[in-house]
Every structure is written in structure tokens, then in C-alpha cells.
């Protein structure tokens, strides 16, 4: 574990369970996003990792304390171990003097929160998807934190209190971006259309592949950067020789593979696509793409209409439209002018709405809930 100070007078120590082994999946890559951005003269955070990951190092940046805290194995493995496994949990928040417990995932019965409860320490649960069965131990939640006014309609969330704090991403990260197209060898008059994220039919790649396909201008390249996964394993997922099938010969789309560096494929691109199809909690693409000033072409899916706005920020069409999905991008392709104007808007409400206030929200229900 990283040293932990005494706790400072007046400060909350609020002690995060990841869930994770902080490889930047969309809840770590939150999670880290809220932390950069913690006022940390009244909050002391401290994160628990599943297992040693990447996010330690910019943890040790940011001067954030953690430790890796192997999950206590569930009840259904056996109640002596589980038991036992909730009086560690209880030593171990006794010992980092916890004053609040953020559980960044959905659960069923945690020990960790078990074990919060009968420490009588508030318990804020954040739920980045749409939990459509509550666990038993949802009711010892203090408060829900969804990331959408979709995920709260969506979800059984026990009778908590829930509050919608939208997903945050930070600034800095796309203003220190670099385009890739020499790299690429993409001459700067094209038009690059890009998708980014996990390569599944829920999130579109195959609408993406269609709408490559109908738009035939010479002057336009479509970018794919993504993880290409087991289809016996996730359900509509591509493998890599599926994806390149479906791509055949036409030169004009172009896959990355995974990038850690997305926003680098955003500074290369001009239009962003997000057919997204099963319900999409938030789409923290979106205001990444927002930060860095592009413009969004999406579905009217789960929670995005809450994050672009239609005609403003970027444009919207109905899940399932394929022939509006490609009118709205080739609308977009003939106007520069149009482009730039919801590029600009986008970077200005994602300013707004999308850095530190959805943090200072949540650090107004963190001090609700212990009365200061």
C-alpha cells in the first residue's frame, strides 16, 4: 500500500472500492476521472484495487493512497470463509479510519459492505449500467449514484436514495493530443469518420461497416479503433478476422486495433459515429468526444439524448434509422461550416457539465450523507 498519512483534521476519508484491476474499462477510467478532479482539502481518498494494475502508477502521481484488497469470496462459497472474510473487512476499514465507503460497481453481498454497514459507515453504490435486479445488500446503501436519469428510470435500486451524477472526463488530456494522420498517411483535405469502443454489434460496428459502405466518396476515410473479442464469450462480439472480412478490400476503412492513446483518434478525426443499440447508460465517448471538439453522430440510445444534444452539440437519429444514421454523417461531410459550429458547442457544454461539476456534486452528497 502506498504511505498513508494520519488523517487531517476536518478532511473526509472516503475509501473507494474499485472493483477492478484499474484496466480501464469505462467505470475505472470514471472513477479516475472523479479522483483527478477531488477537492483534496476536504476529502482524503483512498482506493482499493482488486489485484496490482496499471491505475497504481497514476495513482502514485496523484498522491492518492490504495492498497490490493483481494475481494472477500461471496457467501454462496461458504459462510465461515465469508464470515470471517467481513470481520477482516471491518479491521481493515477500522484501520484506514474510513469515513465513507464508494462501492464503483454493482454488487449482490460484499463482504466490504456488510461490514461498512455494521460500522455504521455510509455507503454511496455507483452505478455505471442499468441494474435491473437489486442485490440484497443494495438496501444497505446509504445512496445510489447513477450516471443517468435512463440508469435510474431503468434500475431496481432498493428504495435508495439516488442521485444522477453524470460521468466527468478531464481537459488536459485531449488538449495534449496529437493527430495521427501523417502517421496514418491521411492527408489533411480528407474527411475522417471514426468508431471507437468495443467491437460488437450492440454498439454498432455493423451499422459503422454498412454506413462506410454506402458513403462512397474517395475523399472520406472511416477509422475503427477498438478491441476485437471472443464471440463465444461476448455476445455480437467480432474477432479480428470477422472484422476484416466485413472490411474486404475497401482501403478507405482503416482499424487500429486497441488504443490506449484515444485521444489521439479523436484529434485524427472529424466525426465521431455512436450507433449504439442496447441501451446505453451514459456513452462517455461522447463528452470525450466533446472535449476534444468534435462532433457526434449517435443514436437516440438509453442515456446519450442526456449527453449530446440534437442540433447543438452533434446529431441524432433513431435507433435502427441506418438511412438517417448516413444522411446525418454525410450532412456533416459536406459542411465544414456545420462540423465546426457542434464541434465548438460540444467542447463548451462538456466544459460545463462534464469536468468538475459532476464532481462537486458528488462531493455534496458525500457531505449530506455525514452531516457537515
Known sequence: MSTLAEKTLGRCRIVYLAGTNADWGGASRVLFNTLRALDRQRFEPVVLLSRPGPGIAVLDALGIAHQVWRPVPDLAQGA???LSGVARAMRMLR?????????????????????????GIPIVTHFHVVVPAAGPFLKFSSAIAAVSAFVVASSRCAGRRTEVIPNTVP?????????????LGLDESLVVVSFVGQIREEKGIDAFLRLARAIESASVRFLIAGECRDPSRYAGAYDCDRLQREI????????LGYRRDVENVFRTTDILVVPSRWGEPFGLINIEAGA??????????????????DNETGLLVEVGDEEGLVAAVRRLIESPELRSRL?????????ADFTSAPVRKLESLYLDLLGR
Not at 474486404?248 to 482499424?255: F, K, M, S
Open 248 to 255: 474486404g478490400d475497401d482501403e478507405r476503412i482503416i482499424y
Open 292 to 309: 476534444a471538439g468534435i462532433p457526434v453522430v449517435a443514436t437516440r440510445d438509453g442515456g446519450i439524448p442526456e449527453v449530446v444534444r
Open 343 to 351: 464541434g465548438r458547442r460540444a467542447r463548451q457544454v462538456v466544459e
Open 171 to 183: 481537459l488536459d488530456r485531449f488538449d495534449r493530443a496529437v493527430s495521427l494522420r501523417a502517421e
Open 95 to 119: 484501520a484506514l479510519r474510513a469515513d465513507l465507503l464508494h462501492v464503483n460497481f454493482d454488487y449482490w453481498r460484499p463482504a466490504e459492505v456488510l461490514a461498512a454497514r455494521l460500522l
Open 80 to 82: 465461515v470463509g465469508y
